[in-house]
Nanobody, 124 residues
Framework: QVQLVESGGGLVQAGGSLRLSCAASGRTFSMYNMGWFRQAPGKEREFVAGISWSGASTKYADSLKGRFTISRDNAKNTVYLQMNSLKPEDTAVYYC?????????????????WGQGTQVTVSS
């Protein structure tokens, strides 16, 4: 099991940028696929981005590709989400997740470890 702690959320104006970080504990971080999900009030948790254990493969929600970038630094046990050109509809709690599926998946069922979430609020 890997423990995850997100940070970097906050309030930002529309059009601005924010970088989220997810710090992981555990000796096998590099063996996990990592993902970012988000959940707005009254809505289901949705996939944002995912990255394979090596960082060679990435996946993005179609609506977010080009604005968001996921990356990881296995030496630091950390995964990042760079968010640019933020929109009010990006407002949500953002969650970091870890899983050990063969390929990076886009469903919550593919990830078995979750962080506590960090709030991102984008003002209009």
């Amino acid at each position: 099991q890997v423990q995850l702690v997100e940070s970097g959320g906050g309030l930002v104006q529309a059009g601005g940028s924010l970088r989220l970080s997810c710090a992981a504990s555990g000796r096998t971080f590099s063996m996990y696929n990592m993902g970012w999900f988000r959940q707005a009030p009254g809505k289901e948790r949705e996939f944002v981005a995912g990255i394979s254990w090596s960082g060679a493969s990435t996946k993005y929600a179609d609506s977010l590709k080009g604005r968001f970038t996921i990356s990881r630094d296995n030496a630091k046990n950390t995964v990042y989400l760079q968010m640019n050109s933020l929109k009010p509809e990006d407002t949500a709690v953002y969650y970091c997740a870890a899983g050990r599926t063969i390929v990076v998946v886009t469903t919550t069922s593919g990830f078995n470890s979750w962080g506590q979430g960090t709030q991102v609020t984008v003002s209009s």
